[in-house]
């Protein structure tokens, strides 16, 4: 665990060019040319992947509403909806995301959904990163 948990450690080798471009407002996924697809979650050898900008639209796959503040760093987010995001180049493709700008019963299975990038802050926690989030499209 790195010193600003949760934050994520944009540092880590694998996912820095995830987290490089988020920083730029930018979504990018590793595409792996041997499997002609993209390879998320990339593994140790990231230098082997070609980060590839994609669209940021997609559809909820599934997705939790958190009440509880299981960590207290996550207490000033409540309540807040987390999801399954499968992306348009490639639904099997699904990413992990804060799903924002909604009322989360009105959420459904298969709604379209387009990225927007916010600052992740956590009570307690020194600094912030930029992320990527999802919001109802439109």
């Known amino acids: 665990m790195h010193e600003h948990f949760p934050l994520p450690d944009a540092s880590f080798a694998p996912l ?3 987290w490089d471009a988020a920083a730029t407002e930018r979504l990018v996924m590793p595409y792996s040319a041997r499997h002609g697809r993209i390879a998320w979650y990339p593994d140790d050898e990231s230098d082997r992947y070609d980060w590839r900008e994609v669209s ?3 559809s909820l796959y599934s997705w939790a509403v ?4 299981f960590l207290p760093q996550y207490r000033d987010l409540l309540p807040f909806a987390t999801g399954l995001v499968a992306l348009e180049e490639d639904p ?3 990413l992990v995301s804060l799903i924002v700008d909604c009322d989360p019963a009105q959420l459904a299975v298969d709604q379209p959904l387009e990225v927007v990038f916010r600052p992740l802050r956590f009570a307690g926690v020194d600094g912030e990163q930029m992320a990527p989030h999802f919001k109802p499209a439109g």
Request: glycine share 16%; no cysteine; charged share 25%.
């Open 16 to 18: 820095r060019p995830f």
């Open 66 to 69: 958190v009440t509880h503040a």
């Open 92 to 94: 099997s493709v699904r």
């Open 56 to 58: 940021g639209r997609g």
